[in-house]
């Protein structure tokens, strides 16, 4: 196991985590970590971040409709959207970069 996956998985425990328990920037630390992870990702898998942060800021507050335990599953998606979109953000940034350079 390398060290982007290592920051990863720390990235998904936070994000179940942060669903419980309040922690100070959780959303600014989700986001670090995405931008961290990003820069990682290999260009076959590009489309998929990307698709997946905004399926993911999209859809994740559909199961607030489920009783009890909806708005955990829906603070959980939801913050594991910021970290795809960190990710995703640096893909799109990494991608600016080489179009744009000499």
């Known amino acids: 196991m390398n060290a982007t996956k290592i ?3 720390i990235g ?8 419980f328990v ?3 920037y959780a959303a600014a630390i ?3 970590i ?5 820069l990682s990702i290999i260009p076959d898998h590009h489309v998929r971040v990307i698709v997946s942060a905004l399926a993911l800021a999209t859809l994740s507050h559909s199961f607030d409709a489920i009783p009890q335990v909806g708005s955990y599953i829906s603070t959980i998606l939801s913050n ?3 970290l795809a979109a960190g990710a995703a953000l640096m893909i799109i ?3 600016m970069y080489a179009r744009f350079r000499p």
Not at 34 to 38: Q, Y
């Open 80 to 82: 594991l959207g910021v």
């Open 34 to 38: 995405g931008l961290f992870v990003g």
């Open 93 to 95: 940034l990494r991608n």
């Open 22 to 24: 309040a922690i100070p």
């Open 12 to 19: 998904v425990l936070l994000a179940i985590v942060a669903a």
């Open 7 to 9: 920051v990863g998985l």
């Open 30 to 32: 989700l986001l670090i």
